[in-house]
Each structure stands twice: as structure tokens, then as C-alpha cells.
């Protein structure tokens, strides 16, 4: 066994790296300039083909799908899409078997070396339709194990993040696993709530925690919990944290019955967690993390700023296709809901709630949420 930190390990070959950068260039080409080539198509050829049969423009994505879905550049855009999504997890998924025995290795050299903690429910019911869905298309799903030390599923997942950060040249001068997402989520927390000063921090829906360790590092003092319904990617999280001296403590469990204490949490983040969840537990996850909030305590989410209003028809028609087509099928239903009404619902006052678009590089970023009237006892542990 080597002495390697499991950072060093993940480290892909030359060939390995030249193949996962032609899928990001793919990638890139196939939802950056292909795609633009569909919005110009739509304004110079099938909108007012459209406009002229039914004297008007489509009025939705199911209107415009019927539009596009017989075009060749669209037929052309789909396909490049999803033979770069299953490009992507054959690439990344060669680098991760190759590394996966010394990478576990030596993760249960790590384990319990930072005062950390791993709690794991063998017996969990794991909810439909999420536990048979294989988000992003990945190869077995978030939830593929083979033994109870199993955490390639974790592993895969991460290696993916990686080579999203190398293709838009965020890698070259960053560790690998750089927990920029809770960094910039971070920095919305603290211009919304500049005086917040959490002891108690949840990330729900952590997957392979590597951002709730960015949580840990800017709140070293600070109790720091992941949760997840993936006991791979708990694993992983809990054997990164340890290897670099950081004690998180994970927890598989649902979101909506986190199986914390009343009033537990000064600080409740997620990232991406709500357009990867069936949107009919909404409720019960709001619900759920107002209880487990403490007064004065703050609920912030980062997802996706892909609500339809906000969106050409285009844009609409291309999301869609992904929900239908490319492993994002609970998309749409996150999308279309009104979070602030699902907020008030689970008992957030209007003055209480947030709902805003922050800037992030070109585009931006939905950031919804709350802070629980009241002031926590400054005396409570």
C-alpha cells in the first residue's frame, strides 16, 4: 500500500486524460456552439414556420418539441448529447476501475483518523422513483454496491466533477476535489445573511461530500454534517474528509426524515439536491429541515435557474430532451414548481423567504430558501 493521499491517487493516465478532454471538448461544442446553431435555427426557419400555419409562435416546450424534433440539426444536437453522456462515464469510468482497489485501500487506512463520524442505514428503504433511477445516466445509479465498503459509485460520480473542472479550465492550478461550489454558495450566504455565524451546518444531499469539506474549511469551529440516501457516496465522503485531517459527520438517510433533533442545525445547505429529487417529496423535505432549524437559523439551496419563464423555446425544447432523454428526469418538475409557494407551505413566512438569481460566470444560479424566525439561545450547545 502506498502512502499516497487519495487526492495523489486520483490521478489519470496520459491516454486516460487525453480521451476524458475530447469528451469535454465534445461536450463543450455539443451545448455551446451546436446549440446556439439551434436558437439560430428556430429564429430564421422553424419559428416562423410555426408562426405561419398557426399565426402565432409556439407557446411552450411541448409545442416547440413537436417543432424540432424532426430536424436534422436538432436530430444531429441530441445525438452528440447523449453519445457524450455515455462517453463520459466509459472515459472516467476507466480511470476509476484502474485506481478503485489502492483508492479503497486506502480510504479504510483513513477511516477514523479525524474524529469524524459515518452513520450507515443497512436496513434503509430507498424511495421510488429515485432508487431505480440512474440520474445522469450513471452506470448502476447513485446506489450501485457491491459489499459495505463498496464507494466506486462515489468514486464515478466525482471523477465526472473532475473532468467537467479540467474541460472549463478550472483544474489546472486547483487541487483536485476543489470545493469551489460551497465557495461560491458560501458567498451568497454571506451577502444575504452577513451576520450568520453557524455552529451546527448540514449539507443535504451531499453526494461524495467533497463540497461539504469547502463547508468544513470555512467553518472550522463549526459541526459539520452531510447527509445523503447513497451509503457509496457516504462512504467516499467520510474516507475523503478523514484523509485530509477534516471531521465531517455523514449520514445516509432521506431528506425528508433526516432523523435529527428538533432545532438541530444553525445552517442548512444543498447544492443541485431539488432538481434531483422526485418534486413530489418537496414538501415534506421543506417541512422536514424547518424542524431540524434552529431559530434565527438559515436554509439555503443552490439549483438549477432553468424555471420556463425565464427561457426561449429553445432552451426549453433542449431541457426537456434532457429530461426524456439523458438522465434528468425529475428536471422539469423542479422547474416548474413555485418554490417560495412550497416554502410558505411548509410554514417559511413571506418575509422570511428567499428566491433570487446570483451571477455565476455567464450565466447564474437559483438560490431559494429561508431564515427561521427567532434568535437561537447563544447558551445551547
Known amino acids: 500500500m502506498t502512502d499516497h493521499s487519495l487526492r495523489e491517487l486520483y490521478r489519470p493516465t496520459h491516454d486516460e486524460a487525453a480521451r476524458q478532454r475530447f469528451v469535454g471538448v465534445l461536450k ?128 464515478l460520480y466525482f471523477g465526472t466533477v473532475e473532468l467537467y473542472r479540467a474541460a472549463k479550465g478550472l483544474s489546472a492550478n486547483a487541487p483536485v476535489g476543489e470545493p469551489g461550489m460551497a465557495r461560491y454558495i458560501l458567498s451568497v450566504l454571506k451577502k444575504h445573511y452577513p451576520d450568520l455565524k453557524p455552529r451546527r451546518i448540514l449539507d443535504l444531499g451531499c453526494g461524495p461530500a467533497t463540497e461539504t469539506v469547502g463547508l468544513k474549511q470555512a467553518f472550522p469551529d463549526a459541526e459539520v454534517h452531510g447527509l445523503d440516501l447513497s451509503a457509496p457516496f457516504v462512504r467516499f465522503g467520510h474516507a475523503w474528509a478523514e484523509d485530509q485531517g477534516l471531521a465531517l459527520h455523514l449520514r445516509q438517510a432521506d431528506a425528508s426524515d433526516t432523523g435529527y433533533d428538533d432545532g438541530h442545525f444553525d445552517l442548512v445547505v444543498s447544492h443541485i439536491l431539488f432538481h434531483e429529487t422526485w418534486h413530489d417529496v418537496l414538501p415534506e423535505i421543506f417541512s422536514e429541515v424547518r424542524r431540524i432549524l434552529a431559530p434565527g437559523g438559515v436554509f439555503l439551496n443552490a439549483d438549477v435557474p432553468y424555471q420556463p419563464e425565464r427561457l426561449s423555446i429553445p432552451r426549453q425544447v433542449t431541457n426537456h430532451w434532457q429530461v426524456r432523454n439523458n438522465g434528468e428526469p425529475f428536471w422539469s418538475g423542479f422547474a416548474d414548481t413555485s418554490v417560495p409557494e412550497q416554502l410558505a407551505a411548509a410554514g417559511f413566512t413571506p418575509d422570511e423567504i428567499l428566491a433570487t438569481y446570483e451571477p455565476l460566470g455567464a450565466g447564474s444560479y437559483y438560490f431559494f430558501g429561508g431564515r427561521k424566525a427567532g434568535l437561537r439561545d447563544r447558551r445551547a450547545a
Do not use: K
Open 28 to 155: 463543450g461544442f455539443a451545448n455551446g456552439a451546436l446549440e446556439a446553431q439551434l436558437a439560430d435555427r428556430y429564429t430564421s426557419v422553424l419559428e416562423p414556420q410555426f408562426r405561419a400555419q398557426h399565426g402565432r409562435a409556439p407557446a411552450d416546450r411541448e409545442e416547440g418539441t413537436s417543432l424540432f424534433e424532426p430536424d436534422p440539426v436538432f436530430q444531429l444536437w441530441g445525438s452528440m448529447v447523449y453519445a457524450s453522456q455515455s462517453l463520459m462515464w466509459e472515459t472516467v469510468g476507466e480511470t476509476c476501475q484502474r485506481i478503485l482497489p489502492e483508492f479503497e485501500a486506502r480510504a479504510e487506512q483513513a477511516m477514523g483518523s479525524a474524529g469524524g463520524s459515518l452513520s450507515l442505514q443497512p436496513e434503509l428503504t430507498l424511495p421510488e422513483p429515485i432508487a431505480h433511477t440512474e440520474i445522469h445516466r450513471q452506470p448502476g445509479g447513485y446506489f450501485a454496491s457491491r459489499d459495505d465498503r463498496d464507494m466506486h459509485a462515489g468514486l
